[in-house]
């Protein structure tokens, strides 16, 4: 059992959902984005995303997207966030996401991405723009190197696709499922009935696919992230932590402000 699987399994026996955490890696710099990771996880998230900048970065809104750009503007990108990877790696055992675009992988090539990717103690990898049918290649390299790829399903997801997930995940690593919550990208404020909903659905997708489906898009306190949490396995929350880091003078304040929604965010699911 993986890093990722041992997290849900410990999540479910101490009845808690899921709380996975993301980051755009080289914002405000690398080493900031070290100690923000870390800080993460002491305050209880369960699974770091770490987010490789990206300059289209297309599934993401304004906050994420601007911080795309100051990260790669300072010359971050996937080297970097490799090496906050292993930064993480040497002081925790938090299981940690590959979140990004194909576009780095598939010029470093699916056998040399998989191999720098597992050498830098990452478990999993989430590729947003790349479909199911398409990832046969980076998929197969990276289960030759114990990978696990994390797919999507959207509200606009049909049940034969679902299930063609459910059967990748006979042959592959599928950690979990990420169930994004609405149409749309990332960054917006989800209602209650959408979030409820998307729980609901996550529920289904994760009896069609029999792997934990957690709720992402939308989500940016405590209040949002119990209510999608309900019937999902947990949630990901991303551009909240993004505003927080943005709007922080110093290293200092950035790190009081994400630790405070962290914990937040615990207490809540």
């Known amino acids: 059992m ?15 959902k899921a709380l996975v955490t993301y980051l755009c890696v080289g914002d405000p710099d690398g080493d900031a984005s070290i100690d923000l990771a870390l800080a993460c996880a002491d305050e209880g998230a369960d699974i770091l995303e770490l987010g490789c900048p990206f300059s ?39 299981p940690i996401v590959l979140f990004g675009y ?25 590729v947003v723009d790349l479909p199911v049918d398409e990832s046969m290649p980076l998929r197969t390299a990276a289960a030759a190197r ?32 990420y169930y994004v919550s609405m149409t749309g990208v990332t960054g917006g404020a989800g209602g209650s009935a959408v979030l409820a909903s998307a729980g609901a659905e ?13 709720v992402g898009f939308g989500i940016d306190s405590g209040e949002r992230a119990r209510i999608a949490a309900t019937e999902a ?30 914990r937040e965010l615990r207490a809540a699911v």
Do not use: M
């Open 2 to 16: 993986g890093r990722i699987e041992e997290a849900f399994a410990r999540g479910a026996a101490e009845k808690r």
């Open 56 to 94: 289209d970065p297309s599934a993401d809104g304004v906050a994420i997207a601007r911080a795309s750009q100051r990260a790669l503007g300072r010359g971050g990108g996937l080297d970097e966030t490799l090496r906050v990877a292993r930064a993480v790696r040497e002081r925790s055992d938090v």
């Open 102 to 126: 194909y576009n780095p992988l598939f010029v470093r090539g699916e056998e040399e991405a998989a191999r720098v990717v597992a050498a830098a103690g990452v478990d999993a990898l989430l």
């Open 146 to 177: 114990g990978l696990g790829l994390v797919p999507l399903v959207a509200p606009t997801t049909l049940p034969e696709r679902v299930a063609r997930i459910g059967a990748l995940g006979e042959r592959f690593p599928v950690p979990f499922v």
């Open 202 to 214: 996550a529920a289904r997708v994760r009896a069609a696919t029999k792997r934990p489906t957690v």
């Open 233 to 262: 396995d947990g949630v990901v929350v991303g551009s909240e932590i993004v505003r927080r880091i943005e709007r922080g003078a110093t290293h200092g304040e950035r790190l009081a402000s994400v630790r405070e929604l962290v």
